[in-house]
């Protein structure tokens, strides 16, 4: 990932960049004009007009209408929803509105812009360069176990008969493996879901109790869903210990950011 510096300063991964032309796509921060309140969730940190305006100020930034974005509830289920036109605009201005159910988002249709809210829950962002298709996940440990990273490759299959090879991922900021401690229950559903959780579940002498590497986990999902891995970016970022550019929960913020992502018309 790269740190673009503007009013509102983004990341973006550099394997997504290679399609700027057709697709926009950015990591929000926690970061405007010296104020580090940026939140782009209407979860009552701030208001719902504050946080419709800090949605306008990245839409403005890049250039597209509000009422293209596209929010989730975010259940930390694996469900993935197509998003037809009429689905547009679904949470963009309240969180009533917000697309029930659903965790994963996925179309080929031009100004549509795909939401993953985030504080350590890992934002991942897909796009098919051959059909022109894109899809959002929020992926915090049950989305993880439930493999809803796989999930948007079946449905990439299903709805666009994309070939896995030749689609590219990118994996967001998250809490990492360095702070990332897990109680029984998560490392009991991890061993439930992975054959082999050596990468997965590791002692850190920090803690001590195991940690969840969040980042291998939907990796190897990707890769056995047959993502090449080559065609994946791992931002390698910990939300807590990055905390200053991104919100945490586990670091007692409130506040969400994202990965958003949308076909240029
Ligand atoms: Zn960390």
């Known amino acids: ?77 694996n469900i993935v929803e197509f998003i037809n036109s009429q689905k547009r605009g679904m949470g963009a201005f309240s969180k009533s509105t917000a697309l029930p159910h659903s965790d994963a988002m996925i179309t080929h249709l031009p100004d549509i812009c795909l939401v993953a809210q985030a504080a350590d829950c890992v934002p991942i962002l897909f796009y098919d360069p051959v059909n022109n298709a894109i899809a959002s ?24 008969n994309s070939k896995p090879n030749d689609i590219i991922v990118g994996i967001g900021p998250s809490i990492g493996p360095c702070c990332y401690e897990v109680g029984d229950e998560v490392v009991e559903r991890v061993k439930e879901s992975f054959q082999n959780t050596d990468k997965l579940v590791i002692s850190n002498p920090k803690f001590s109790k195991p940690v969840f590497n969040l980042w291998e986990a939907n990796f190897e999902t990707l890769v056995e869903a047959g993502i ?22 586990r670091a007692g913020d409130r506040g969400r950011f994202g990965g958003f992502i949308m076909i240029k018309s």
């Open 1 to 77: 990932m790269i740190l673009v510096n503007a009013p509102t300063p983004f990341y973006q991964f550099e394997n997504l960049r290679k399609f700027s032309d057709r697709v926009t796509h950015f990591i929000s921060t926690r970061n405007y004009n010296n104020d580090s309140r940026f939140t782009i969730g209407m979860n009552e940190y701030l208001s719902e007009k504050g946080v419709i305006a800090n949605r306008q100020i990245l839409a403005n930034q890049f250039n597209f209408a509000p009422n293209s974005y596209v929010f989730a509830e975010q259940v930390h289920g």
């Open 228 to 249: 090449n891995p080559k065609n994946i970016e791992v931002a390698n970022m910990c939300t807590k210990c990055n905390n200053t550019e991104f919100f945490s929960a």
């Open 137 to 160: 996940a929020h992926a915090g440990w049950k989305g993880t176990v439930l493999k809803i990273a796989g999930e948007v490759v079946k449905s990439f299959q299903k709805i666009y």
